[in-house]
């Protein structure tokens, strides 16, 4: 049978508290917390020697565990016959200078400024639902009138949002003071049968003059430092805050949710600003979690914040994955704020993110575990980074030494470069593509094969291409003047009548190519990276897989042409659309995936294949251009590093 009302207008009702009182008989009813929770912020505000005023005891042990430390002057009033009759029984001989007596707390016989304190544990929350209010405001006017100039009324409380309203206008118009403590859980404490919702203190503190603008503050826990808010709806709202933030604390303390984000925002507390969001990302059902892969936090790069990857569920949801933890949450910075280092911004997480940490987790585990995670970057990426740490590092020798002394020897200048080796997979699966317009046969011995590339990157790709595939000629297209000049000094890329360049935007270049006709191609490779990281897509671009650009390769391939598309997509729902795309365009394709990264090859055909016959020829056609490919140079130990059949093994039809 349930002890509780089954209205809200019922915990206002005597009846229902004499009910309540008979059927729990001689156990206390600790809602809102016993003594050892309200210790600390009850000795901050009440002294032991001070009168104070109990309204709405009922059976709770508090005042006898504060008679016990020494409190005398307590005065506990309630409207329950039946339970002042009992507490006056059960302290009779133990506690005999410990009063209990039955008063309505809206009208009390005690005289004006006869009390230095009021506590009230959650009896302005049962009035507060009665008449509208009415029936809490007379018992408040009653705390405002036996409290003297000094006094406080410090009242616990679950904080609902009209019962604290009702409160801080009333003691606002009267000049008080205002300051609300939010009690929190400690971790590991927390039970399947507590509130979510935290405990809240309440203290007004009365002035013999009234202020002349509101004093309304909130403190985290006993002792927290106050925060000043210069209106009762900042202070609402703050309470508002605190009560979502621990709804989530105590769900993510008891469940763990795989199919959910839930994210939560830790403001500055001085200036009330955003400073983290919080993501929480639990593994899937079934997944093989180490056991000592418990709980980790993620913080995000600063200034990567809108990438894919750390804000679309989906990308957190792979991040997640890759992480292999049970719990991960995922910290993002806030821009408009400033961070000392990785160091501090850690230290200043670590007493809060433990909040979030999974049911079970070991209470001795005072620290969080900070994870790193590396992904996989395109050649482009590489080539980029290298290029600015380089710089960097010139920069800080500059500072120490001459110009002449500090000057930079690229490794080309010193170094060869072996151009039969492609550091990228994607790049050996684009080669190993070659074999399937018959490069290395018979017939096709002496026919020039035509590549146009899009994408530059250290170029590895295009020398390889030239170097060891007879009658290749390539035009590589590429953007960025500093990419060119980064790959000839620090990669060794030398173009000549069989390799050129073309500065410029690569869909202006293959949108001229078709429109000046005539010149055709056997392959065009798009391996160039996409800058906007807010797309589950690092390559190539969204504008290079839209369908009018697809059509436009379509018209500069040869007839026996082959589009070939490094695509690093990890939001799957965005390559289910770019693949529509391509098979709108090109009849046949096949795709291969690399190991261990997000890159995948599509192999696109002008021409229309007979799917049952393509991938069993693989075998054949790779021998034939591995027996083929061959080095023009002079170098007797120049060879290509690559395995074409085991490039071509993995195919499959799209």
């Known amino acids: 049978m349930s002890l509780l009302p089954r209205t809200a207008e019922e915990f206002s009702s005597t009846e229902y508290w004499d009910r309540f009182f008979k059927k729990r008989g001689d156990r206390a009813f600790e809602w809102y917390g016993d003594y050892n929770k309200l210790c600390g912020v009850l000795h901050k505000y009440i002294k032991v020697q001070e009168k104070v005023l109990v309204v709405g005891c009922g059976n709770s042990e508090l005042s006898e565990q504060l008679y016990d430390v020494g409190y005398r002057h307590l005065t506990n009033i309630d409207i329950s016959e039946t339970v002042v009759a009992h507490m006056n029984q059960r302290n009779e001989e133990r506690r005999p200078d410990l009063s209990f007596q039955r008063v309505d707390a809206t009208q009390t016989p005690y005289e004006d400024a006869s009390f230095q304190a009021a506590l009230d544990k959650g009896t302005l929350d049962a009035m507060a639902s009665a008449e509208q209010g009415a029936l809490a405001r007379r018992m408040l006017g009653e705390v405002s009138r036996v409290l003297k100039v000094g006094g406080r009324y410090v009242c616990v409380t679950l904080a609902q949002e009209s019962v604290v309203k009702l409160a801080v206008e009333h003691f606002v118009q009267l000049g008080w003071a205002v300051r609300l403590h939010c009690l929190q859980e400690e971790r590991g404490k927390e039970e399947e049968d507590t509130f979510a919702l935290p405990v809240f203190v309440l203290v007004c503190t009365k002035f013999r003059q009234p202020m002349p603008a509101p004093i309304l503050e909130m403190c985290v826990g006993d002792d927290g430092a106050p925060v000043r808010h210069a209106q009762a709806c900042e202070l609402l709202s703050a309470v508002r805050e605190y009560q979502a933030y621990s709804v989530l604390r105590k769900r993510l303390r008891t469940s763990t949710e795989p199919g959910s984000s839930l994210s939560l925002t830790l403001c500055d507390a001085r200036t009330g600003l955003p400073r983290y969001t919080l993501t929480v990302q639990d593994c899937p059902p079934g997944a093989k979690v180490p056991r000592p892969n418990q709980f980790a936090i993620f913080i995000v790069p600063r200034g990567s914040e809108t990438a894919w990857l750390y804000c679309s569920p989906e990308g957190r949801r792979q991040l997640a994955a890759s992480a292999n933890f049970r719990r991960l949450v995922i910290v993002s910075m806030h821009r408009n704020q400033e961070y000392t280092d990785m160091e501090a911004v850690q230290s200043e997480l670590s007493p809060v993110v433990m909040d979030l940490a999974p049911p079970g987790m070991p209470t001795n585990q005072q620290d969080p575990l900070y994870v790193e995670m590396c ?259 002079t170098e007797p130990k120049r060879r290509p590093h690559i395995d074409i059949a085991e490039m071509l093994k993995d195919l499959v039809i799209e």
């Open 375 to 633: 992904s996989f970057k395109s050649e482009h990426e590489h080539v980029s980074k290298s290029c600015e740490q380089s710089n960097n590092m010139n920069k800080k020798k500059n500072k120490k030494k001459s110009k002449a002394a500090s000057a930079a020897v690229p490794p080309s200048a010193c170094l060869s470069v072996d151009s039969g080796f492609l550091c990228c997979a994607h790049h050996e699966v684009m080669v190993a593509g070659l074999s399937m317009l018959g490069v290395g046969t018979q017939q096709d011995k002496d026919v020039p094969v035509s590549v146009l590339l899009v994408g530059l990157g250290g170029g590895g790709l295009p020398q390889f291409l030239r170097d060891f595939v007879p009658n290749a000629t390539v035009e590589v297209v590429e953007l960025d003047p500093v990419v060119l000049e980064v790959a000839k000094e620090w990669f060794g890329f030398r173009p000549d009548e069989r390799l050129s360049v073309t500065l410029g935007d690569g869909l202006e270049r293959i949108s001229s190519l078709e429109k000046e006709g005539g010149r055709l191609f056997d392959v065009v490779m798009f391996d160039v990276d996409n800058k906007d990281s807010s797309l589950g897509m690092s390559c190539p671009p969204a504008a290079f897989v839209e369908t009018p650009v697809l059509q436009k390769v379509f018209n500069i391939l040869s007839p026996r042409g082959l589009f070939m598309l490094n695509l690093v997509c990890r939001d799957s729902i965005l390559r289910k659309t770019v693949l529509e795309r391509v098979r709108s365009v090109f009849p046949t394709i096949l795709s291969r995936k690399i190991a261990e990264e997000i890159n995948e090859v599509l192999l696109c055909f002008r021409e229309e294949k007979d799917a049952a016959h393509i991938l069993p020829s693989l075998s054949q056609a790779a021998k034939n251009f591995q027996s083929t490919l061959s080095s023009e140079r």
